[in-house]
């Protein structure tokens, strides 16, 4: 018997062969695939139960882990939670948002460039940490943004961004109805679900980050883009007579529909020329409207595109809106197009990169958030060097551009932003939500000083529970620009 | 060939020694796993430290006494690996009754089954000391068979018999609950060998060929037929796919080592896909089975296939070295302490140790395999290959099923699962193993080792043991 008793063994080799072969497959080859499943709890759990890595403004950190003595062993806290929410985003055991997302891999310790200090940790038998995130954002303008947003009424939906116009570094980026991070951030999940429940059906969508989230149309504001379409082109400079006119009839229109005004601005008599300086100032929709025309489809959509319309460009945080220059126009819309009502939108980021763009001559920088990527102990891994991501205008142009909106804060409609001893260049806009229902959005941009920018800002306000015709860009926003620039400049 | 090894003049030698080294080693194993789940969950060596290894060492080594005195020439290897099992089991089972008890579940499971390996190897001990020659077993062989059916038979009775997890394969006698099919696996070997040594030259002699193969003849087809239907009753009535595995898989391959003929393997494996066809055609629960085990993830979240994903999830997660006990989360799979302890162990312990594992499974195989080679009595053969190769299906079977080799059947992994009736029964497994590897082992009678040594002036035998 014992030929079949050696067969058998064979037998008993081979099974034992597929089961050390499949065990090895499953706990070597395919483990990383079995680790990345989204369903694995597992996985979560000790993401959360990690020690990760702060989220720093300055040297003070807007997330950081502390230790706790319950299971999870560290708890995420947020020191400033309404006012760096939009940003730093959140950290729950059911997933994460904002900049605890998108740099999830330095903060976890999972960047392969902190490679060489988890080794350590695992030799020395440390608990492996997280790297730091250090943002461009400056607390001073940043609680500026947020003071200012949010005296405005505890009901205001709007946004606050500022940016440094030669880097493109982003010094503010406020959102409000804003939430706190420390209550999703919470270990007592039960009370982590309902209060994601609430902030996810609540119709003000707290969660929403409306710097790059929210596109509106930017009414007003958007001339200085038309004005650097057509300065660019060649067809006028500063001091030029542009068209004016109390009423316009748009092209290929008849009747009130197609009729715009300038709801009782000085803006000279139809069909007469003013000072284009006068047109900017009083913001004349009849004379962007024909300025637009002149200018054409084709230019005025190149010139919006130079400033990011139609592109992505922020990867710090997502998802991000597309600011949207329409593709196709007809004239009566192109004119409308020209004081940014029709399909034009933008959110408060790319409006604070048109200001931007014209205060660092022309060139429309990168916008970032992530300044640097720094090990545990503060070693620098990464540092972001600021990339042009293109070229709006010429320094001319945009110098010219500077020269108006000087004198809209100078004599016109966003005096409210006047700094003195500083010169400022800004634009309010009051964009028709095409709601009679609804206010409308007021926008204000600006940059500032004018001969040496160092902070842009975009205010914009989307909804705010006053009389309709209160609303105003210049009223609303330009304190709010103002205090966000004195922050920076002083 | 029963001759085999004295007439190359070799004799085996005791190797106590041996044993009793490789079984400080298993209770450095238990006794360590014990106090690192106690370090490393709990942060402290646990209070009842001495205790614990006072018990299990006086227990271990108690036995290895009782194999000294009764089983001198018993293989050196087998008691020790069964121990360093049994020891690791424990402690994992005591790491999943701290992870239900931070869950406010409290259970004392590795105290019970303490208590049963306590059992185990007393009836270890008795099976030794009882049974001084295996071949006495071959008397029981109808009665075995009877028992076993009986036992079988036991959990579809009402009022005793009761389903557990789907399969009908538990009974209740007061406080206790027991698997009688694991008893009926060591009476069906039993039974098994009994009736094997009578009826093999008639099973192996008569029948044609066809196609290379020798094919038996059709009235000899009578016990497989039978055995046959036994095990799809037990798939049928029970829902137990993994036991009806064991028992058809066991009987092959004692009638293919009886017989000698691969002809029977054929047949076996053409009834045996046969009927999984069959029940895969007619039973829509072994259809959705048999889906779950091709594409366990598309189950996951209907909750189908959480059990095997969230094993699959946890091995995944303890790699090669794994995570530490405490480290890991191994309570997320249902039933962490029995059917899936081996996922236990491959989260906090890594694809090492499940190596590990399987080289000892693979080595109590082998040492059993070896026993029945050189065993001079046909029915002690087929009774130590019927028990290694019970051994080995099941292992495969189980753990198979928990790494998703094969579709997930209920079987305990022998030594290491929390169950009491399955414990006990591997215990006299491993009994009868080292008592018929004594029988093996066990020098000839003086009269013709002597006349081998005279004949054979070359070789001179020195005699150490």
């Not at chain 1, 001969?451 to 709010?480: C, F, S, W, Y």
């Not at chain 2, 029977?264 to 494996?269: E, K």
């Not at chain 2, 029964?425 to 008592?435: E, F, G, M, P, T």
């Amino acid at each position: 018997m014992n030929k079949p008793i050696r067969t058998v063994s064979i037998f008993c080799l081979l099974l034992f062969l597929a089961l050390m072969i499949n065990a090895t497959y499953l706990q070597y080859w395919k483990a990383g695939a079995l680790n990345d499943d989204a369903r694995n709890r597992r996985v979560i759990v000790a993401a959360y139960s990690q020690e990760r890595g702060a989220i720093l403004v300055g040297r003070n950190p807007v997330a950081e882990s502390v230790e706790s003595d319950d299971k999870y062993k560290f708890q995420r806290t947020y020191p400033k939670p309404e006012e760096y929410a939009p940003i730093t985003g959140y950290f729950s055991y059911f997933g994460a948002t904002g900049t605890e997302l998108t740099q999830n891999d330095v903060l976890s310790g999972q960047d392969d460039r902190l490679f060489v200090t988890n080794l350590v940790d695992l030799l020395s038998n440390d608990q492996a940490k997280g790297g730091n995130v250090a943002l461009t954002i400056d607390p001073k303008a940043q609680a500026a943004a947020f003071e200012g947003l949010k005296a405005l009424g505890s009901d205001v939906q709007g946004s606050v961004v500022a940016i440094q116009p030669t880097t493109g570094k982003i010094l503010a980026m406020v959102s409000l109805p804003t939430y706190d991070p420390n209550v999703l951030a919470s270990h007592d999940l039960s009370s982590v679900s309902k209060a994601s429940a609430r902030l996810n059906d609540d119709p003000t969508q707290p969660l929403l980050n409306r710097s790059i989230q929210t596109r509106l149309p930017p009414g007003s504001t958007f001339k200085v883009v038309t004005a650097a379409a057509a300065i660019e082109k060649g067809l006028y400079d500063a001091s030029s007579q542009v068209p004016g006119g109390v009423t316009y009839q748009l092209p290929l229109t008849s009747g009130p529909t197609g009729e715009i005004d300038n709801e009782g601005r000085n803006c000279g008599a139809n069909n007469s020329k003013i000072p284009f300086a006068l047109a900017m100032e009083n913001s004349c929709n009849t004379s962007f409207a024909q300025i637009a025309e002149k200018v054409g489809a084709e230019d005025m959509r190149k010139t919006a595109e130079g400033f990011g319309f139609n592109q992505h460009y922020f990867d710090d945080l997502t998802p991000q809106a597309l600011s949207v220059f329409p593709e196709k126009l007809d004239d009566a819309q192109l004119g409308q197009t020209g004081f940014g009502q029709f399909d034009v939108s933008a959110t408060p980021l790319q409006m604070a990169m048109v200001a931007a763009g014209l205060a660092n001559d022309g060139s429309v920088m990168k916008p970032y958030l992530v300044d640097e990527e720094q090990s545990a102990d503060l070693e620098v891994l990464h540092k972001t060097d600021p990339e042009e991501l293109s070229r709006a205008v010429s320094a001319t142009t945009a110098n010219e551009v500077t020269k108006l909106m000087v004198a809209t804060v100078d004599d016109g409609t966003a005096f409210p932003a006047a700094i003195p001893g500083i010169d400022v260049a800004g634009k309010t806009g009051t964009a028709q939500t095409g709601q009679t229902d609804r206010s409308p959005y007021a926008w204000f941009i600006s940059f500032a000083p004018a001969e040496d920018p160092q902070v842009a800002v975009a205010v914009m306000i989307q909804n705010l529970d006053i009389p309709r015709d209160e609303v105003a860009g210049g009223q609303l926003g330009g304190p709010i620009a103002k205090a966000v620039m004195q922050a920076v400049i002083k | 060939m029963a001759q085999q090894s004295t007439l190359m003049g070799f004799v085996h030698r005791r190797r106590r020694g041996a044993e009793l080294f490789l079984l400080v080693l298993a209770l450095v194993v238990g006794i360590g796993a014990y106090a690192a789940v106690g370090l490393g969950v709990q942060g402290k060596v646990p209070a009842d430290m001495l205790g614990y290894g006072g018990w299990l060492a006086a227990l271990l080594i108690g036995a290895h006494i009782v194999i000294r005195f009764v089983a001198p020439y018993a293989d050196p290897v087998l008691f020790p690996v069964v121990a360093a099992l049994n020891g690791l089991g424990l402690a994992v089972i005591h790491r999943i009754d701290l992870a239900k008890q931070a869950e406010g579940d409290a259970h004392d499971f590795a105290q019970q089954q303490l208590t049963w390996m306590t059992l185990g190897v007393i009836l270890f001990a008795l099976t030794l000391l009882v049974l001084r020659d295996h071949r006495v077993l071959q008397r029981f062989t109808y009665t075995s068979g009877l028992a076993a059916i009986v036992l079988l038979l036991l959990p579809l009775l009402p009022g005793i018999g009761a389903t557990i997890n789907g399969a009908r394969i538990w009974i209740h006698l007061g406080p206790f609950s027991l698997q009688p099919g694991e008893i009926a696996k060591v009476l069906l070997v039993i039974a098994f060998a009994g009736y094997l040594v009578l009826h093999r030259d008639a099973l192996a002699l008569a029948g044609r060929r066809v196609l290379f193969v020798d094919l038996p003849r059709g009235r000899d087809l009578g016990p497989i037929l039978a055995m046959w239907l036994v095990s799809l009753g037990i798939l049928v009535f029970q829902q137990d796919l993994g036991s009806s595995l064991l028992f058809f898989g066991l009987f092959l391959i004692m009638l293919y080592v009886a017989t000698e003929r691969p002809g029977w393997l054929v047949v076996g494996a053409l009834m045996f896909v046969g009927g999984a066809l069959l029940a895969y055609a007619a039973v829509p629960h072994v259809r959705i089975r048999f889906d779950i085990w091709l594409h366990p993830f598309d189950y996951y979240d209907s909750g189908q296939s959480y059990q095997p994903v969230e094993a699959k999830f946890g091995m995944g997660w303890g790699g090669l070295i794994g995570r530490g006990f405490g480290d890991g989360d191994p309570n997320r799979v249902p039933y962490a302490n029995s059917d899936f302890i081996l996922s236990s162990i491959g989260e906090e312990l890594g694809l090492t140790a499940v190596m590990a594992v399987l080289m000892m499974y693979g080595l109590i195989v082998e040492r059993a395999l070896r026993t029945a080679l050189i065993c001079r009595d046909g029915f002690g053969k087929l009774v130590a290959t019927g028990l290694a190769s019970a051994f080995a299906i099941q292992v495969f079977v189980v753990v198979g099923g928990v790494t998703g080799l094969i579709p997930l059947t209920g079987l305990t992994t022998p030594f290491l699962s929390y169950g009491g009736s399955s414990l006990i029964a591997n215990w006299v497994i491993i009994a009868l193993l080292l008592r018929i590897s004594d029988q093996a082992r066990r020098p000839m009678p003086t009269i013709s080792d002597d006349t081998a040594a005279f004949s054979q002036d070359d070789t001179q035998v020195v005699r150490i043991g």
